[in-house]
C-alpha cells in the first residue's frame, strides 16, 4: 500500500510539475513576454495542458486510486493521506467523465470566441460574438450532462469552481442578500455621493508600488516566497508553495486602483502561502473553492483594507508617502472616499455594496440560458433590463453591458460568477469567528499588527489547502451552513455609520 | 512520406515546447524567482528535461527518420526538410547511443559536483571537489567511450559543442595560435598599461543599462522579439525565435562590465533572431556550434564594439550619456582603457589578446586528463605551471586557479572550452569577408550604421540556423578550412597600432 501510495504521489508530483510550468509560462506572457512571443507562447502552453491532461486521467491513476481506497478508510477523515485520496478521486472522477474529444473542442471553441470577444468589445458589436456564445452554452450543456443526475444543469458547472454548492442553494441565498441589500443601496444612493477627488490625483507609481507592497508585507506576505510584478489584470498565481506571486496594476492618476488590487491579491497569495508545506506538490496544495479564495482576498482587501481601525494607522504613513496630495485631506473625507458606494455599469469597479448586485444579474442569468428560458439573442435586452431594475441604470451601449466581462467568452456559461459574492459572505463570516475567537484584532489592526488575524486565518483555514469542500469548511469554523447574517451585519454598520443610516 | 515528415515535425514541436519550457523555467530563475521557490524549481526543471529526452529518443522517432531517408536523399542538401532529417539523426543517434541510466547518473553526479563546487571554491578548498572531479572524469571517459571508433577520446566530447572538431585538428590550431600570440603578449606587457581609470568610475546603473541597450538597437537586435533582464551571469536564451532574451549584470563602478556582456549577448542573440523563420521549433533553429555561436558575439563585442570606427561614432554619445565622467576624457584614452592588454588570473575578465592562452591552458589539461597522462589530484599544480609558463604568474590560490570556472564542475571534462577560441578565431575569419563583400561596412560603422555587416551575417551565417555543420559553414563564407590568418592579422594591426608594435 506504501508502495502504491509512492506512486500515485510521484505522478502527481509530475503532472504538478507540468502545471506549475504551464503557470510560469503563463506569468512571464503577461508581465515580460516580448510581443513576438505570443504564438509559440500558446503552443507551448497548449503542448503542457495536454500533457498535465493525459498524465491525470491515466487509468494507472485510476487503478491507484482504486487500489487505495480500503488504506484510506482507516484513515482519520481530515489525515493527509485519505484527503489526497479522496480529493484526487474527485477531481480524477471529474477529468475523466468529459470525454477528452468533447473537452479538447471546446477549448479550441473557448480560444476562438476569446479571440472575437476581444475585437466584438471594443467594437460594441453583440452580433459578432453571438453565435459563439450559442454554441458555448451548447458545450457547456453537453458538458453538463456527462454528469447525469444533478438537480439543476448548472450544478456541475458550479460545482467545477465551488465544489459541492448546488443553483438552487446559492438561488436562495442570493434571493436573501439581494432583499438586505436593495433598501440599503436605495438609501445611500438618496444622499449626495462621497467626494473621491483625494484618490484621484498624480500619485507617482514607485511611490504607489512601495506602499502596497509596506502593507502586505505587515500582513504576512512573505517576500522571500514571492513577488509583485505589473500586468495588464491583476492576478495570483503559484508555482509551489515556496514561489507564489501577485501582480497589479497602477494608475498614475488613482491611488485605489493598484492599492486595493494588491490587498486583494495579496490576500489570494497569503491564502495558498498558508497552506502546510507537506501538501505541496499535490492537489491539495490549493484553495479549496472560488468562494473560499475569494474570502480570503476580500477578507484583506476590505474588511481590512477599507475599514477605520486599518486606517487609524496607515493613513498617517500614507499623508508621509505622499504629503503634497494627502496633508490637506481628513481622514474622515480619505475614508469616505475609499467607501464610496454608487450605481455602477462595471462589475470590476463597484463598491463592496453594489458589487453582489452585478453578480447576481450575471448568475441569474447564466440560470435562465442553460434551463432554455433566455435566449443568447434576447441576453442583451435581458441584461440591459436587470441593471435598470436591481441597479437603476442602463449601459449606453453593449461594451459596458453584456459584453463587459471575460467569462462568458473564454469559458463555460454557468458556474462563473457566483464565487465572488459567495466570497464577500464568506469573508464576514469567517471575520466574525475570527473577531471572537483572538478578541485583540481589531485593536491590533489600529496599530498596524495583524498577526492575530493572519494566524487565525491560517490555522482554521489556510493550512488546510483543499482537504475539506467550502461547505465542510464554512460548518467546521462557523459551527453551521453559509450565513449571509455576519455579511449583512457588517454592512449595515459600516456604511450605517458612513451615511448615517437608521 | 509526406505524412511521415509532418509526425516527426509534431514530434520534434512538442519536445521543443517542452525546452522551451525549461528555458523560460531557467531564465526565471536566475532573474525573478524568490528563493522559496529553488527546490520545488530544480524539481520542475528535472521533470520537464526528463520528458524532453524521453521524447526524443522515442524508437518511433528512429523510425520515422529511417524511413524518411531515402526522401532526404533525393532533396537538395541545404533544403530545409534534408537539413532537417540530417540533423535530426546526428543528435537521435548521440541521444540514443548513451544509455539513459548512464546520463542520468551522470546528471545527478554534475548536480553534486557543482553544488560541492559552489562551496569549494569560496573555502579555497581543493580537496574537497578532487573525488568529485575523478568521479566526473570517469563519467567523461564512459560517455565518450559510447561512441567507439574516435581518433581521441575527446573528439566524441568535443563533438557535442562543435560538431565536426576533433582534438588533433584543435590542437593544432591552438599551437600555431600560441606561438603568434605569445610574442604580441610579450611585446605589449613590456611597456606600461593602459590607462583605465575613467572606466572605474561611478555610473549609475539605469544610465548603463539604457546605453548599452540603444547600441544593441542598433546593431539590429530586436526588442519586439526580445528583452533584456539582469541576472549574475550574463547569458542567451531562446524560447521561440520571436522570443530570444539576453541578461546582464552592472557594476556600479566599472563602465565596462555591463557594456561588453550587453554587446556579446546581443550577439549570441542576433545569431538565434536571424535564423529563417521556418525553421522555428526544430533543432534547426539554433546556432550550429559554440565556436560559431562565441563568434558573433564576439564579433559584435570586440570587432565591432571595441573597434575605433565604432567609437568615432559613439563616443560623443557616450560623453552625453555620463558628461561629468568622460567630458574630460580624449577618444584615444577611452579607446586605450578598453583595450588595455594585461597579463591576469580570470579568464573572463581577460582582455582580447590574453583570452585564448586562457583558454588553450585548459584545452591542454582536458587532453592530459583525459589521456590519463594527468591525474586529477595533480590538476592544481599543473594549472599552476601552465600559468606561470604561459602568462608569467600564479594565483595566489586555487580559487582563482583550478577552481576559477564552472565548466568542469557542472559537466564533462573534455569539450568545454574549445568553442570559446574558436570562435574568436572565426569571428575575424567571417568579418574579413564580411567587409570583402561589403566594402562600407567600416565606413558604415562610423556612422552609427551596422546595416551592412548585420545583413551580411544574416545572409551567409544566421539564416541557416544549423543546417550546416562549424566545418561546412567555415568552408562554404571563406572557400577554405578554418585559418588563424585573418585573426592574427586583425590583432597584429589593431594591437601594433594601439602599442606601437613593430
Redesign the interface.
Known sequence: MKEKLAELKRRL??ID??N??TA??NW?QTT??????????G??LA??SQ?AHEKFIDPEVGRLLEALRPYAETLPYDSDDASLIRVTQRQYDKSTKIPSELLGAFYAHSAAAYQKWTEARPANDFTAVQPYLEKSLDYSRQIADCFPGYDHIADPLIDFSDEGMKAESVRALFAELRAELVPIVQAIVAQPPADNSCLLQAYPEADQLAFGQKVIKAYGF??????Q?KTHHPFMTK?????IRITTRVKPNDLSEALFSTLHEAGHAMYEMGIKPEL??TLLANGTSSGVHESQSRLWENLVGRSRPFWDHYYPELQAAFPEQLNAVSPDTFYRAINRVERSLIRTDADEVTYNLHVMIRFDLELALLEGSLDIKDLPDAWQARYQSDLGLQAPDNRDGVLQDVHWYGGFIGGAFQGYTLGNIMSAAFFDQAVQARPTILSDMRQGDFAALHGWLKENIYQHGSKFTANELIEQVTGAPLAIAPYIRYLRTKFGDLYHLA
Open positions: 508530483l509530475e510539475d507540468l506549475a510550468a510560469v509560462l512571464d515580460y513576454m516580448p510581443p513576438g512571443g505570443a504564438a509559440a507562447r503552443r507551448q503542448t503542457l500533457l512573505d517576500f522571500q516566497r514571492g513577488r510584478d508555482f509551489a508553495l515556496g514561489d505541496d506538490g
